[in-house]
Nanobody, 121 residues
Framework: QVPLVESGGGLVQAGGSLRLSCVPS????????RGWYRQAPGKEREMVAT???????NYAANVKGRFAISTDYARKTVYLQMNGLKSEDSGLYFC???????????????WGQGTQVTVSS
C-alpha cells in the first residue's frame, strides 16, 4: 500500500495555476518534514518545496515567489499552490514525508506515486 496519495495534477496553460494535495492513505506514522519533489522526463528528481514541523519552509530557486507549500497538520495533508506555471514546471510531482534527524540524516521516508503536471506553452 502506497502510504501517500497525491492529487490535483493536470494540464494547464502557461501562466495558469494548480493546487496539489497529498494525504496519507492509511496507517500512522510520525514525520517532521514534508515536501514536494518533481521529476521531468530524462531528468533527476528535484526538490520543489519542503516544510518542517516547526514551520521552516524551503523552496527551489526556480519556483520561489510562484509556489507556496502549506500543511494541515490535523489532517496530515500537505498542499502545493502553484501559480504562474511555466512549461519547465512540467513533470511528475511526488509528495514525501520523512523523519529527518538533527544531523540532517533521514531516519525514514515515505513517498507517493506522483501526480502529473503538464504546462502547455
Amino acid at each position: 500500500q502506497v502510504p501517500l496519495v497525491e492529487s490535483g495534477g493536470g494540464l494547464v496553460q502557461a501562466g495558469g495555476s494548480l493546487r496539489l494535495s497529498c494525504v496519507p492513505s492509511g496507517g500512522v506514522f510520525t514525520v517532521n518534514s514534508r515536501g514536494w519533489y518533481r521529476q521531468a522526463p530524462g531528468k533527476e528528481r528535484e526538490m520543489v518545496a519542503t516544510i518542517t514541523e516547526d514551520g521552516s519552509i524551503n523552496y527551489a530557486a526556480n519556483v520561489k515567489g510562484r509556489f507556496a507549500i502549506s500543511t494541515d497538520y490535523a489532517r496530515k495533508t500537505v498542499y502545493l499552490q502553484m501559480n504562474g506555471l511555466k512549461s519547465e514546471d512540467s513533470g511528475l510531482y511526488f509528495c514525501r514525508a520523512a523523519w529527518v534527524r538533527e544531523d540532517g540524516g533521514v531516519g525514514y521516508e515515505y513517498w507517493g506515486q506522483g501526480t502529473q503536471v503538464t504546462v502547455s506553452s
